[in-house]
């Protein structure tokens, strides 16, 4: 054998003599002299049984171990106490630990571990120094009981029977500040009676946690507050929430807590309660970035039960068997940029008795959620707390449910395309709120335009009330297709636009002050317009309605059996029209009646083409028909006997080219053509036409009407002017021409036995002298056509309707026809006459009283008293006929 080997052999059984020495030299070391130097050099007190030590692979196992803090008061360390059954480390760094006072190891074992310990104080934050760390890469604790108290005394973590078996296990007062007591990457963890206390507000119990293949199971998981609700509002005033969770029991694979990451897959709740009670304490948005990221990559609820409370203690929001699931729930710095906060890859959600109250309640029997649809049944909305100038709803909803294609937020704006929507059985009110100036609308959130591709309402029950005039629609059904919103320019607000339309309606009804609408059927869609059995009743009585207008106002009653209307139109839009190629009202029968009793309305009154001017969108019917109707107008004064009635029987109206003078390309002049029997006695006919685009407002109008009895007359002149008439109008042309100023043009009449008689202001009795002389004056016959009468200029008042002013160029030709050319000079024999007639009644009255002076003293009476009586007596013995008036 060569010496050099011999030489080394020799050296290396040299230096394992040596080192199995010094390890035995250690480990009797140890044994008797540790203790003492751990009682020495550390904050404290050892004892043990066994000890072994490997100083070459820093092994060391111990059993019967006692460990006792040397100054429990001292806060500046981690304070210990209690015993272990057994502690085995691995690898160990002897020189960390004891020249640097640093504990590190691989791997640590506890068997029956039953210690206290107490946490040192926080870090120093400007040195950024920790105190007695400890450093364990793998932790395994087995039946061990354990209680972690803060600095304060205070405990913080408690758990019994505990078996633990943790890879890359972290605890420092780091991670405790930031309420991650331990992070580590692996687990295997079993124990009971679990407590952790991370603040003065919570305390966390857990009744049980095992770990079979990977997978936890909690059971009876509680988040408890500390204080009461009152005391929490009293103690904590600047916090809006206070929480309170009770999970039956949680289960959860793949737990991962490192560093500053939460995650964990397939986490299961049962039986979850959640209750948050809120305060008015207004939410602060933080300026710390999360701390935390969280993973969890399928989140299942089962049967859950969550309420928020208000801060007077009603419930704000309650919803129980919520059924949640979502796969692959992200939460960190990226996503809280996000306008919603969390990322998601699906999600399923479904509940029942859903509840959310606050100026009004909101509840759904039933919902049921995901990304692409979504369902809720039996949904009520009723008015909460009432808040001046909103908008009241109180309505029921059988079922709502929706599709959507396509809902995703890009540059932090909504993008949404909604395949349908359906709504079923509405039933109730919405009382409108007075209208307040707003703002511009903030829409920078979503992605224009919104698309809607079809909504559907079926079987409905609804009234919008809007300043107590509700308007009802029954049995109302409606489909909308291809909705499409977009936002307004300039002023904001949305612009709705649609393809096509179906609404229908029956026993529609609007209520106004003075009217209650009705209709049997109203069916409208993007081209054609249907109402059926349309009524428009007064609600009150005519003395009523006078005494209730301040100034003079029309009064209708209306009924129209059918209205029906061809064309487009959308009135939805930005870009309202209407154009309609044929309008047609098919027997209408209405009345109108004006009192003279109130006060004339100041105001100026436009014509026609005007109002039409002023509307503010393109609106063109090519064809307005109006056939088999009856019009009727009434109209009274303070002295009248009761109204004067102008009946127009079997009325129809023909109108081309109604419009607003603002679609391009279209004529804009109106024709109106009048066939209708006047009084229900003779024909009429009339032209009329006035173009909507000349600012003049310049118009004409022409009529005849043949063989007349001028008594048909009778029920408009008799209650108005005290007067009625006989004989037979032949025939009667008027051809006018007129502007928002004055009326001209011919009037001609042809006239056979007139004749007037003037009545009482009671209308009962006949003025004999004074329907004498009215026969004078009127011409009764007027032989062949005559020839026409020039009306010239006769001035508008403004504040008097168009009819009004065709009524005057009427009178003005029949003054001018009956009467003659010096109509002034009539009219004055006339006043002159009707003085001098009041005069010989007061003589007569006079008269009358000297005789009755005379009778009053038959006895004192002389003969040639007596005499002149007699002659008295015969010359009035008769009551004065209405002819001696």
């Known amino acids: 054998m060569n010496k050099w080997v011999k030489k080394i052999l020799i050296a290396v059984g040299v230096l394992l003599i040596i080192f199995l020495l010094a390890n035995f030299g250690l480990n009797i070391w140890l044994k008797t002299r540790l203790p003492d130097y751990i009682k020495n050099n550390t904050d404290y007190k050892v004892s043990y049984k066994t000890l072994d030590v490997d100083i070459g692979t820093g092994n060391i196992i111990s059993t019967g171990i006692s460990v006792n803090s040397k100054n429990p008061q001292n806060t500046n360390v981690i304070g210990l106490q209690g015993t272990i059954d057994t502690l085995k480390i691995s690898r160990l760094g002897i020189y960390d630990a004891v020249f640097k006072g640093q504990i590190s190891s691989s791997d640590l074992l506890l068997a029956r571990p039953d210690l206290n310990v107490t946490l040192a104080k926080p870090i120093d934050h400007k040195t950024g120094k920790k105190r007695n760390p400890v450093l364990f890469d793998n932790i395994r604790i087995n039946n061990g009981n354990i209680n972690i108290f803060r600095h304060t005394k205070q405990k913080f973590l408690s758990v019994s029977q505990l078996d633990l078996s943790v890879e890359n296990l972290q605890m420092t007062e780091k991670s405790v500040e930031n309420k991650l007591p331990?992070?580590?990457?692996?687990?295997?963890?079993?124990?009971?009676?679990?407590?952790?206390?991370?603040?003065?507000?919570?305390?966390?119990?857990?009744?049980?946690?095992?770990?079979?293949?990977?997978?936890?199971?909690?059971d009876n998981l509680r988040l408890i507050p500390l204080l009461t609700f009152e005391q929490f509002k009293r103690f904590y005033p600047q916090k809006p929430k206070l929480f309170q969770i009770d999970i039956q029991?949680?289960?959860?694979?793949?737990?991962?807590?490192?560093?500053?990451?939460i995650s964990l897959a397939n986490a299961?709740?049962?039986?979850?309660?959640?209750?948050?009670?809120?305060?008015?304490?207004?939410?602060?948005?933080?300026?710390?970035?999360?701390?935390?990221?969280?993973?969890?990559?399928?989140?299942?609820?089962?049967?859950?039960?969550?309420q928020v409370m208000k801060p007077d203690g009603n419930k704000l929001f309650f919803a129980r068997n919520l059924n949640v699931n979502i796969d692959q729930l992200k939460l960190n710095k990226e996503t809280q940029e996000e306008v919603i906060p969390v990322g998601y890859k699906d999600f399923r959600l479904s509940g029942n008795d859903i509840l959310f109250s606050n100026h009004r309640t909101i509840s759904a029997g039933s919902i049921a959620l995901n990304p692409k649809s979504g369902e809720l049944r039996n949904v009520s909305i009723v008015p909460g707390t009432p808040v001046s100038g909103e908008?009241?709803?109180?309505?029921?909803?059988?079922?709502?449910?929706?599709?959507?294609?396509?809902?995703?937020?890009?540059?932090?704006?909504?993008?949404?395309?909604?395949?349908?929507?359906?709504?079923?059985?509405?039933?109730?009110?919405?009382?409108?709120?007075?209208?307040?100036?707003?703002?511009?609308?903030?829409?920078?959130?979503?992605?224009?335009?919104?698309?809607?591709?079809?909504?559907?309402?079926?079987?409905?029950?609804?009234?919008?009330?809007?300043?107590?005039?509700?308007?009802?629609?029954?049995d109302l059904n409606a489909t909308i297709n291809d909705i499409e919103l977009n936002e307004k320019s300039g002023h904001g607000g949305i612009a709705v636009k649609t393809k096509d339309y179906v609404i229908t309606t029956k026993n529609f009804a609007y209520r106004t002050k003075f009217y209650n609408m009705s209709a049997g059927l109203l069916k409208v869609n993007k081209n054609k317009a249907q109402i059926s059995n349309f009524t428009m009743k007064p609600l009150i009585s005519r003395a009523q309605f006078i005494k209730m207008i301040p100034v003079e106002k029309d009064l209708y009653d209306l009924k129209v059996s059918q209205i029906n209307a061809d064309g487009s139109w959308d009135l939805f839009s930005q870009n309202k029209f209407i154009n309609a190629s044929h309008v047609t009202i098919q027997s209408a029968d209405a009345n109108?009646?004006?009192?003279?009793?109130?006060?004339?309305?100041?105001?100026?009154?436009?014509?026609?083409?005007?109002?039409?001017?002023?509307?503010?969108?393109?609106?063109?019917?090519?064809?307005?028909?109006?056939?088999?109707?009856?019009?009727?107008?009434?109209?009274?004064t303070p002295e009248s006997a009761g109204p004067g009635k102008l009946t127009f029987g079997n009325f129809n109206m023909d109108v081309k080219n109604l419009n607003s003078a603002k679609t391009k390309g279209k004529p804009t002049r109106v024709d109106i053509r009048i066939e209708c029997s006047f009084m229900n006695l003779a024909p009429l006919a009339v032209n009329w036409n006035f173009d909507v685009a000349d600012q003049r407002d310049v118009f004409a109008i022409s009529g005849r009407t043949v063989n007349l009895p001028a008594q048909g007359i009778n029920p408009f002149i008799r209650p108005y002017l005290h007067v009625t008439a006989t004989g037979t109008i032949q025939e009667m042309l008027f051809n006018f021409k007129g502007n928002p100023e004055k009326i001209y043009g011919t009037f001609n009449l042809r006239h056979k036995d007139l004749k007037v008689a003037i009545l009482d202001k009671n209308n009962r009795e006949k003025k004999g002298v004074l329907t004498a002389i009215a026969n004078l004056v009127v011409r009764s016959n007027s032989g062949k056509l005559p020839q026409a009468v020039n009306i010239e200029d006769i001035p508008r008042d403004p504040t008097k309707s168009f009819f009004n002013l065709f009524w005057r160029g009427i009178e003005s030709g029949l003054?001018?026809?009956?009467?003659?050319?010096?109509?002034?000079?009539?009219?004055?024999?006339?006043?002159?006459?009707?003085?001098?007639?009041?005069?010989?009644?007061?003589?007569?009255?006079?008269?009358?009283?000297?005789?009755?002076?005379?009778?009053?003293?038959?006895?004192?009476?002389?003969p040639d008293e007596k005499k002149k009586k007699g002659l008295f007596r015969k010359v009035f013995k008769k009551k004065e006929s209405p002819e001696t008036e």
């Not at 692996?186 to 857990?206: E, T």
């Not at 939410?283 to 990221?293: A, F, G, I, R, W």
């Open 182 to 218: 331990v992070v580590f990457d692996r687990y295997d963890i079993k124990g009971k009676n679990f407590f952790f206390r991370p603040d003065n507000l919570y305390v966390l119990r857990i009744d049980k946690i095992t770990t079979t293949n990977g997978q936890m199971a909690v």
């Open 249 to 261: 029991k949680m289960e959860f694979t793949d737990v991962v807590l490192k560093k500053n990451k």
């Open 268 to 306: 299961g709740f049962q039986n979850p309660v959640l209750s948050i009670y809120t305060t008015n304490a207004a939410v602060k948005k933080s300026d710390k970035p999360l701390n935390y990221e969280v993973d969890l990559e399928n989140i299942k609820l089962n049967n859950a039960v969550v």
């Open 391 to 474: 908008t009241a709803i109180d309505l029921s909803v059988s079922h709502v449910a929706f599709n959507v294609n396509k809902w995703e937020f890009i540059d932090k704006k909504l993008n949404l395309d909604v395949k349908d929507v359906l709504v079923d059985n509405v039933k109730g009110t919405i009382k409108a709120g007075e209208q307040k100036a707003r703002g511009k609308a903030n829409l920078k959130g979503i992605q224009f335009p919104v698309v809607i591709r079809k909504v559907t309402l079926k079987n409905s029950n609804i009234v919008y009330d809007k300043g107590n005039q509700p308007l009802a629609f029954n």
């Open 592 to 636: 109108i009646f004006r009192s003279k009793i109130p006060k004339d309305d100041p105001k100026e009154k436009p014509l026609y083409s005007r109002m039409l001017r002023s509307i503010t969108f393109p609106v063109s019917v090519d064809h307005l028909n109006v056939k088999n109707s009856v019009l009727v107008y009434e109209e009274d």
């Open 815 to 862: 003054k001018k026809t009956l009467i003659g050319k010096n109509i002034d000079k009539t009219e004055k024999t006339v006043k002159n006459t009707v003085s001098a007639v009041k005069d010989m009644k007061q003589s007569v009255k006079e008269l009358k009283n000297e005789i009755n002076s005379i009778q009053h003293d038959k006895k004192s009476a002389s």
